[in-house]
């Protein structure tokens, strides 16, 4: 067994180049070999990521506050404590917090790293949510 517990957890700020706002990762996953990725992720409100896919899909599971997901048909949803979202492989999309609330998820992916279109989310797309 092998207990980490919060107060070691070690969170870092996500880099600037691939989000808007600010963003913390909690890496649950104790080494880069292990099959599952599973992060704590937590965006300041209004915080989100660029546009991005995961090369095998990735599982969302919201622990606390108000966010939204959009997808590239434009399809947006809103989502709190206990909602998952599943994305397939290779599906563009978005995840962040509402305007007005952090929102912590944890992110669970298998395969490779996630693929980064370079693309910022604007404020109208934002705004659509
Ligand atoms: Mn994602």
């Given amino acids: 067994m092998e207990h980490t517990p919060a107060s070691s957890l070690e ?19 104790q ?12 965006f300041g409100p209004a ?3 660029d546009w991005h896919s995961h090369p095998e899909g990735q599982v969302l599971y919201v622990v606390s506050g108000a966010g939204r997901v959009q997808t590239a048909d434009g399809e947006t949803v809103e989502v709190g404590p206990g909602d998952v979202v599943h994305s397939p492989p290779g599906e563009e999309h978005w995840h962040g917090a509402a305007p007005r609330s952090y929102m912590m ?10 693929e980064w279109t370079g693309r910022k989310v604007s404020d ?6």
């Avoid at 998820?105 to 996630?114: I, K, M, N, V």
Wanted: glycine share 16%.
């Fill in 11 to 29: 969170w870092g700020e996500a880099p600037e180049e691939n989000f808007t706002g600010r963003v913390w990762f909690g890496p649950l996953s």
């Fill in 105 to 114: 998820h944890l992110s669970l992916t298998t395969g490779g790293d996630t």
């Fill in 31 to 42: 080494a880069d070999d292990r099959p599952l990725n599973a992060l704590g992720v937590l």
């Fill in 47 to 49: 915080a989100r990521t």
């Fill in 124 to 129: 109208e797309e934002y705004g659509q949510g």
